[in-house]
Structures are given as structure tokens and as C-alpha cells.
């Protein structure tokens, strides 16, 4: 009888945040990496697959600096950096590894200091790539992170006529969410207003826009359906994955108001059979408010140009039609620099049912979704809790 090699998940942990002074960005991979070996009952010597990337800039080097540091003798190993997407197209990666026999077991860890560690940041050089690369057409006007983002919510804006009240409501519904999470970084609720009334930062958006900035790390353990039989958790099924690339700088940004979610969405929601309509929990990536529509409309949840009004009666919230973010997100808990694996890992839980006071009732199917550069890779997974 032909062993079942379809790929699950079958163990997820979270190191210390969203502050630990105690542990550098490698101390957050190895303490997610201890954690995730308890959650799943794997032993470390049975994994022979090995994906990572890290806030700023981990190379290939440093993949293979993490490798040797945990003794993984890997036959495979991956450090594709995609930034918030990346984590995403890993589970994409190997799913294909794991079905053609590369390997069986994968294991991925994510790890970074960013908040306690002041002197790491992730805004652009103004030097760096100054003639030899697109910035050269972008560096001239002192762009930043939020600058990129910004020109995205004031086309969104100009073109359909979206508020700032409707982008408030994304950062108003995730802080919600964030009061049921225990480690959040911010969990005091706000209001429209506040959002609304806080400081400019690059109009239209505000510091309530904005994710905040943390410490954190985490770690995901894929197998073979065979293989999870002996196990500790009931395995998570990847039911369908895509990603889609339309450009790395914003000055490259074919259309503001478009990501590669109208892409991967579409392909991943094809392969997993179901629909928007059928999901009970979305975790999208949300570095600011606008990240968050801009990614509602590419995957389906809404039309392009609709998503203000698909958010401002409440969908978003617990207890809403589309419980979405529902750790707190990047806006108020958890924003390392690389988001993407913390909103799989807020998917998986909910499918498990183990999310506490969090938990969205009876879930059966998620969507998480990351982003990549600036709205730039665009990686879905359509998660199951049940075997299709």
C-alpha cells in the first residue's frame, strides 16, 4: 500500500513578543524552534527540510549560519526572500517537496529583535542602489515605507471615493481583536475618531495606520499525512496555494489600486475549491489600513474599488461576518518585520480550535495572506481544517 504523502501542518509555536530584551533575532529562532518541536512531537533529528529568511536582509549565509546552529542535516533547504510574502510561498515550496519525496519533514523559523534592537531599520538608503537599481527613479524624493503605502491609499481615495473613516474601521476592528489577545503589543480599544484625528504621517495615512513594531519569532512544522498519524496535533490541510509577483518598487507599481492578490487569490480559492464567500477567518497581512483593503478586493471578498464599503459595517470584528486578523494583526500586536508567518500561525490555531478567547465558532476554513515588499509579492493559502 502506497505510504499517503499529501503535506499537512502539523506543528506551530511562537517564540516571546512583543517585547524580549532577553533574546536576539537567533535566540527568537531557537525558541520558537524548541516550542514548535513540543507543539507537534516531532524530534529534531527527523527533520530533513529546512526554509528561513529573517528582518534585514538574511542571506543565504545566514540560512545556512541557522542550519548549522540547530544541527539540521537537511537533503533540502530555502531562504527565497519574498519579505511579508515569504512564509507563505515556503508552505507552497514544500508542498511540492514533500509530495515528490525530497524530503518529509520541514521545518521553517522566523526570528527577529527589531524592537529591542534600536539600532536595525527598515527604512530605505538613500544611497543603496542609487543608479543601479529602480530607486534611482524614487530616491531623489526621500520616500519611506509609509510614503509607498501612502500613495497607494490616496489613489484608492481619489479613484473610488474611500474614506478615512472606512480606513479607520480596519485599524478599529483589529484593535478589538487585539484586547482578546493577551500578548498584544496595544490592546486598549480605539475609535474611528482617534484613527481619524491621530498625526499624519504620510496623508492620508496616521500613526493608527500604522503597524506597530515589535520583537518576535516563529516556527512551522510541515509533513506527510502518513507521517502525522503518530503525532501530537490533528494535521492542518493546505487545501490551496498560489503566488504572484507585479513588481518590487512602488515607482514599478503598475496600478496603485491593484496588488497580486487579484492573482494568487483567484488560483489558490480555484485549486482549494471553495469560494471567498465560504471562508470563516481571514489573516491578512497588515503592515497599514490600506494593505489590508487592497487585499480584500484582490482576493475576492469584494470588488476592486469596494472595499471601504465591504469593511465599515463591522464584517472585520469579532463576532463579524469575516473575523479577520484575529491575534491583534500587525496594527496592534505583533509586527517584527516580517509579518506573513504570524498570521499562518493565527490561521492554524483558529482551525485547531485553540485560539482561546479569540476563537472564531466553529472554523472550519481560512485564508492567510502575505505581502511582500512594498504590495509587491502577493503569496495565499486556503487552510482546512478538515481533509477535502
Known amino acids: 500500500m502506497r505510504a499517503d504523502r499529501t503535506p499537512v501542518i502539523v506543528g506551530v509555536a511562537l517564540s516571546d513578543y512583543p517585547k524580549a530584551p532577553h533574546l536576539t533575532s537567533h535566540g527568537h529562532h531557537a525558541q520558537a524552534l524548541q516550542r514548535v518541536l513540543e507543539d507537534s512531537g516531532v524530534q529534531l533529528k527527523d ?18 549560519t541557522m542550519s548549522e546552529y540547530f544541527r539540521i542535516k537537511h537533503r533540502w533547504s ?23 519525496g525530497t524530503c518529509d519533514t520541514v521545518l521553517m523559523t522566523y526570528g527577529s529583535d527589531l524592537r529591542s534592537n534600536k539600532r536595525r531599520s527598515l527604512a530605505p538608503k538613500v544611497a543603496d542602489g542609487f543608479v543601479e537599481s529602480p530607486r534611482c527613479y524614487e530616491n531623489p524624493y526621500g520616500p519611506t515605507i509609509l510614503g509607498n503605502y501612502a500613495l497607494a491609499a490616496q489613489r484608492h481615495m481619489y479613484e473610488f471615493g474611500t474614506t478615512l473613516e472606512q480606513l479607520a474601521e480596519i485599524a478599529v476592528s483589529t484593535r478589538l481583536h487585539a484586547g482578546n489577545n493577551p500578548f498584544a503589543l496595544n ?28 520583537d518576535g519569532g516563529a516556527a512551522l512544522i510541515m509533513t506527510t ?13 493546505i487545501l490551496g496555494s498560489a503566488s504572484a509577483q507585479t513588481h518590487w518598487h512602488i515607482g514599478q507599481m503598475p496600478d496603485y489600486t491593484t496588488t497580486a492578490a487579484a492573482i494568487s487569490g483567484p488560483q489558490a480559492f480555484a485549486q482549494a475549491g471553495v469560494t471567498p464567500q465560504d471562508i470563516d477567518t481571514a489573516q491578512l497581512y497588515d503592515s497599514f489600513t490600506i494593505t489590508v483593503m487592497l487585499l480584500l478586493e484582490g482576493l475576492g471578498f469584494c470588488k476592486r474599488g469596494e472595499g ?38 493565527e ?40 481533509q477535502p
Open 347 to 386: 490561521a492554524v490555531l483558529q482551525l485547531r480550535g485553540q485560539a482561546g478567547i479569540r476563537q472564531v465558532p466553529d472554523a472550519k476554513l481560512a485564508v492567510a495572506c502575505g505581502s511582500g515588499g512594498i504590495l509587491s509579492c502577493i503569496s495565499t493559502l486556503i487552510l482546512g481544517k478538515d
Open 187 to 214: 490592546r486598549e480599544p480605539i475609535t474611528i475618531a482617534e484613527v481619524v484625528n491621530a498625526p499624519r504621517v504620510a496623508d492620508p495615512l496616521g500613526k493608527l495606520d500604522s503597524c506597530v513594531v515589535t
Open 225 to 237: 499525512s502518513e507521517r502525522a498519524r503518530d503525532l501530537k496535533q490533528k494535521p492542518i490541510h
Open 308 to 345: 471601504g464599503a465591504f469593511v465599515q459595517d463591522g464584517k472585520l470584528r469579532p463576532g463579524g461576518s469575516l473575523p479577520t486578523n484575529t491575534d491583534g494583526g500587525g496594527l496592534s500586536s505583533c509586527h517584527p518585520g516580517m509579518r506573513g508567518v504570524f498570521t499562518l500561525i
Open 78 to 100: 530555502e531562504g527565497t526572500q519574498t519579505g511579508g510574502a515569504a512564509y507563505m510561498g515556503f508552505v507552497d515550496h514544500a508542498k511540492t517537496v514533500i509530495q515528490s
Open 47 to 64: 527533520v530533513d527540510g529546512y526554509m528561513s529568511v529573517g528582518t534585514g536582509g538574511m542571506n543565504v549565509d545566514d540560512l545556512a
